[in-house]
Structures are given as C-alpha cells and as structure tokens.
C-alpha cells in the first residue's frame, strides 16, 4: 500500500531517520543533538511548513537538504538524489531563500540575478529577459542598477526569492522569509509565496509565527529539540487539541456567576472562563454550541452584545504537544 | 564547468569596477620602497652597489604575493565571517573545490596585473642604477640560493656572465 501511493504522488524531498550532531568547541566533551531522528517526505507542488522555536532544528534541516550541513545519520534525498553524495545535482534542482543576507554586495541588483543564473549556465538572452521580469514583478525595477547597501529589509528579501528562481527551480526553500518584516511586507511575501505554490512550485519554508504556518502551508511539522512531533495539515493538527475550539461571548450584565455555571453544562465544553463582561467557552468541536449558548443567554435574560468564534490555534496545539508556548 | 567561468566572470567584473583603486593598492607600496631603496639612497652611495638589481624582482615578487593576497583572502575572510556572502556562491552548481580553486585562479591573475604594472613603473624609477641582462637576472635568481655566496660577489651582470 505504501508502494502504490508512491508511485502516485511523486516524492521531490525524502528525509529519513536525519540526524545531526554538533561538537561545540566551548563546552568540550558536550554533544548537541540538533536533529534527533527527523522523517518526513513532501510531494510535487506541496507547500510544506516547519514549524517551531528558535534552535528546534529547523535551519539545520534546511542547511542539510540544501548541501550546505553535512548529517551526521540518516538520508535526505532531493528528487530521489542523496544531498550527501551528489550535491551539485541537487544544487541544480533548488532554489534557496536563506535566513541571513548573503546578497552579493560588489553586483548591482540586476547583476545578482543575472550572474546567480550565468552560474547554472541559463542561456545569456533567457537570463536577461527573466531578470528583468523578476525585477518588475518584486518591484525592485527602479532600482535594478543599485548595490544593495541601501536595501530595506522587504527588498533585500524580495531579491533573495527572485535570485533563488532565476534558474527555474523544482523545489524552494525558505529559511524564516518574514522574519524581521513589517506587517504589510509580511501580507505581500505571503501572497507572492502563495503565486508561486500555485504555479506548481514545491516550497518548503521554516517559520516560528503560528499565523504565517497556518495561512501558507498544506502540511505542517512541528519540531522541537531536532524531534519531529507532529505532522499533518493545519486544520487536522488544531482539531487534535483536546477542547482547542474557543467561544467568546461580549455580554452587556450579569456574566458571571449563574451564566457561566449554566454553560458548563453544555455538551462539548471543556473550561469556562468568565471574567467582568467576557466569557470564554473552551470546548469540543460539537455542533450548534453557539446556538445552544445563546439560547441559555437568552432564558437567564443575558444580553449578549458580541460572539467570536476563533478555530483552535496552532499556538494551543504547541502549547499541547511541548509544554511550552512557542514565544519563550 | 559553466559554473566555474561563470564565476570567474563574476569576480573579473567585480576586478575591472574596482580597477582605481586595486591599481592604486597595488602600485603604491612598491613605489615608495623603489624610491627609497632604490632611487634616494643608491643616489647618497650609502647602498652596496647591485643592491637595485636585487631590489627590481624583490618587490616585483612582493607586490605581486602580497596584491593577490589582498584581493583574494580578505573579502573571503568577510565573506566566511561577517556576510556568509560564500553561500551564495557555494549556491551555485559546482563542488566545493571547484569554487576554492576559482579564488586561486582569480589570485593569480591579479598578481600577473600587479606585475605587469609594477615591474615598468619601478624599472623606471631605478634605471640609472640597474645593469640587469636577461641572463643576468636568471644568473642571480639561480646564484641567490646560497647565501655564502651573497656576501662575497657584487652582483652585477657582468661578474655573473664571466662564472
């Protein structure tokens, strides 16, 4: 069974059993286990999330299947090729969007894309056209002939993404892109990372915002301390959260007390928590909870004045899974 | 094998948009050591005489060693420490090695422009004081190994040529 469903869906990353230990030279005799056995594999054209807190292993899976980390146990395959063994063929296959800027500072704008595709050998009449395509469609066109010292931090990173794609890439990889953006730069990076998935491009991409792994990706995996805890689709993930689904009613008088008593009864509630004029249903996903708190609202002559329903969080999920909320 | 022009395209572009100040790096030194050494002080007769004809390939070999040096080994060391600007070249679709030995080549050739730019300039500057033949400086190049024979002979061309 296992078999058949690989032969449908085409694998393009296949990480088993990777592992990776470091010897720090200022604790000597130390071991750090940054990837303790990670496994996972990501079909063609999936938008794939790893998610978790500073020092989970996340850049260290992304140094591994980008050829930049040798592992120290275990395989990583990039379109069935060992990232160990033959690393300039998986190089041809990928594009990389790294944590730090490590644009070229002597190349003006263009010249980065344009040298970055004359590396991979992309024909000279081909490379100028999509330089110049990728340069209007980042917005960066206006300043195609300047070096990046002046850059802001959307720029240098739109330029990070357009670099990684001058060369036609199957699979790209993005090492926390929204770190260090404003919000409105954070909207446009998610819509542009959307267009591309929807073109067909398989985009593995790091993060430690529960939103941006929520918004963006199919699947989702949560890591910590090189461990792989938790994998599946966002929605699947938060529905595994025991009482995850949150109720928040606005009432006008009287919230406490007998009305809150009143909800716990309710099927599918897990905690109740009413303070001043809110109250907060922690529950189940049962059906009609709504409803069925608005009516006891109504027979104990509660005037409810605002009701927000929010989808259990990843945040909870974390929470769930490590003991520990995700912002340390 | 792409990859490897490409990036030896890459850091000639980056040679040829700094070349006034790469010139002005590579010049200087020598010429001032030229112009002490062998200009001023042979002119005040305090230097052995022969000394400018053992001065010409010492500096030729200095500013070369030292302009590739220059122009190699300190952007890598920003680039390993401070940028991780080596990632993005170790990006590209070529071994390790291959982008170790493209710094060498791009090393070597700018120690060969440093050359060809100090040699006339600091032969200029001692001319007066030089008797170099061709074979005299292949003489001396051969003859300097041992260092006994430093202390006795004058070098000049015409003692070399008679041995």
């Known amino acids: ?328 | 094998m792409t990859a490897f022009i490409a990036l030896l395209h890459r850091d000639l572009r980056v040679v040829r948009r700094e070349l006034p100040s790469f010139l002005l790096r590579v010049v200087l030194n020598p010429l001032l050591f030229t112009f002490i050494f062998g200009f001023v002080m042979p002119r005040m007769g305090i230097i052995q005489h022969g000394y400018t004809d053992m001065l010409l390939p010492g500096i030729l070999g200095l500013s070369m060693t030292l302009s590739s040096m220059q122009a190699v080994s300190l952007p890598l060391v920003i680039d390993f420490g401070w940028s991780k600007e080596i990632e993005d070249r170790l990006l590209a679709p070529i071994s390790i090695a291959g982008v170790g030995l493209e710094k060498i080549i791009v090393g070597v050739i700018q120690a060969i422009l440093a050359g060809i730019v100090v040699m006339p300039l600091a032969w200029l500057l001692m001319r007066v004081h030089l008797h170099l033949s061709l074979t005299g400086v292949i003489n001396s190049a051969w003859w300097s190994a041992p260092s006994s024979r430093r202390s006795k002979s004058v070098w000049c061309s015409q003692c070399c040529l008679r041995r």
């Open chain 1, 1 to 328: 069974m296992e078999n058949l469903k690989n032969y449908i869906v085409e694998n393009v990353i296949t990480v088993r059993d990777l592992k990776k230990t470091f010897k720090p030279k200022a604790r000597k005799g130390v071991e750090v286990k940054a990837l303790d056995g990670i496994a996972f594999e990501v079909p063609r054209g999936e938008f794939f999330g790893l998610l978790g807190p500073n020092g989970a292993g996340k850049t260290t899976t992304i140094g591994i299947l980008t050829t930049r980390v040798l592992p120290t146990g275990g395989v990583a395959q990039i379109e069935g090729i060992d990232v160990a063994r033959d690393p300039v063929s998986v190089k041809r296959r990928i594009g990389v969007v790294p944590q730090v800027n490590n644009l070229d500072r002597s190349l003006t704008a263009k010249e980065i894309l344009l040298f970055h595709a004359e590396y991979f050998g992309v024909p000279k009449h081909e490379r100028e056209e999509s330089a110049q395509r990728l340069l209007e469609r980042f917005e960066l066109a206006d300043r195609a002939d300047e070096k990046i010292n002046g850059f802001s931090g959307g720029m240098v990173q739109r330029l990070k993404i357009g670099r990684a794609l001058m060369h036609d890439p199957a699979i790209l990889f993005l090492d926390e892109p929204t770190t260090g953006l404003d919000p409105q730069s954070r909207r446009a990076m998610w819509d542009l990372l959307t267009e591309l998935n929807q073109k067909g491009l398989t985009i593995l991409l790091t993060t430690h915002y529960m939103e941006e792994a929520d918004q963006l990706c199919r699947r989702i995996a949560i890591i910590d301390h090189g461990k792989l805890l938790a994998l599946d689709s966002p929605a699947q993930l938060k529905r595994s959260v025991p009482g995850g689904y949150l109720i928040e009613l606005q009432v006008r008088d009287g919230a406490n007390g007998s009305f809150g008593e009143s909800l716990r009864s309710l099927l599918g509630v897990v905690e109740i928590k009413a303070e001043n004029d809110r109250v907060r249903i922690y529950a189940d996903r049962v059906e009609g909870l709504l409803a069925n708190a608005m009516r006891l609202a109504g027979e104990q002559n509660v005037m409810v004045t605002d009701a927000h329903v929010s989808e259990p969080s990843l945040e909870n999920l974390f929470l769930h899974l490590t003991g520990r909320s995700l912002r340390e």
